[in-house]
């Protein structure tokens, strides 16, 4: 197998692979924080959600809140906002330092990678085992099995699927890539 | 990485050019030049078992460890 392409794989899928855990990881510890807080706020509030592949869209109509209802609703945008971009921050400069590796010839190593990677699964591994509680409990009250698919959900065990791919590939080409230059 | 090769200054002492390694050793001289440039992953025993022994060295003198400057 061509080093080379090893190499410049390799980079493109931890760049990728990386990307993927950042976000799932910012999705699951901060979205779910925020929304809860949006929720409190908006109960009273008139609101119509459109559903997509990637995503959702909420049209609300503010229209009769007060003062701090509205201030308290600001803030927990501009806190989501905020996760939203330092987490796309952190990706951006990982991708460069990736990218300028490459053009060195040089290795690529994430920043604080075992850490993030424990930190990582610890965080996912709650994300089945509270689907799975959410939804028995939600059966419990309801009377009925019904499980919640929303798109945040979808998102997430998409991006699980994804990081096991990502994770098995990158072990393969590691491995090849260790076997090629072993002397 | 932390561990410098120093198969070309062994080579330089004792005044043997990569190919005729090459042949006493039997390994290739394109894995023995990725040894030699620091290219190199990982090392076999019996392959630095063959380079002592051709070269009448020890592993000190050929693998040395320099760690990075935080």
């Not at chain 1, 706020?41 to 008139?46: A, F, G, R, S």
């Not at chain 1, 997509?52 to 201030?71: H, I, P, Q, S, Y």
């Not at chain 1, 609703?73 to 490459?102: E, N």
């Amino acid at each position: 197998m061509n080093t080379r392409l090893i190499k410049v794989s390799k980079v493109v899928f931890d760049v990728w692979f990386w990307f993927a855990l950042v976000g799932v990881v910012a999705l699951v510890a901060v979205a779910p924080f925020v929304t809860t807080i949006m929720d409190a706020i908006l109960e009273n509030v008139d609101r119509q959600v459109s559903t997509g592949f990637l995503g959702a869209t909420v049209e609300l109509n503010l229209d009769g809140l007060d003062e701090e209802t509205v201030t308290n609703l600001s803030w927990a945008v501009i806190a989501m906002l905020a996760s939203g971009l330092a987490v796309s921050v952190y990706v951006v400069h990982q991708i460069r330092r990736a990218l300028r590796s490459v053009l060195e010839g040089r290795a690529f190593k994430m920043e604080n990678e075992g850490r993030l990677r424990r930190m990582a699964y610890a965080i996912f591994s709650l994300v089945p085992i509270g689907w799975i509680t959410g939804t028995w409990a939600d059966s419990v009250v309801n009377g009925h099995f019904s499980p919640n698919l929303d798109p945040q959900l979808g998102a997430i065990a998409a991006g699980l699927l994804a990081l096991s791919i990502a994770e098995i590939y990158k072990a393969g080409v590691t491995l090849a890539d260790e076997a090629e230059l072993t002397v | 990485m932390p561990i410098e090769v120093h198969l070309d200054r062994v080579l330089l002492e004792r005044k043997v050019s990569l190919t005729e390694l090459s042949e006493r050793v039997g390994i290739t001289i394109a894995n023995l030049s990725i040894l030699k440039t620091g290219k190199a992953k990982a090392v076999r025993f019996s392959t630095l078992e063959a380079i002592c022994r051709e070269l009448d060295c020890q592993p000190a003198d050929l693998l040395v460890y320099q760690p990075k400057e935080s």
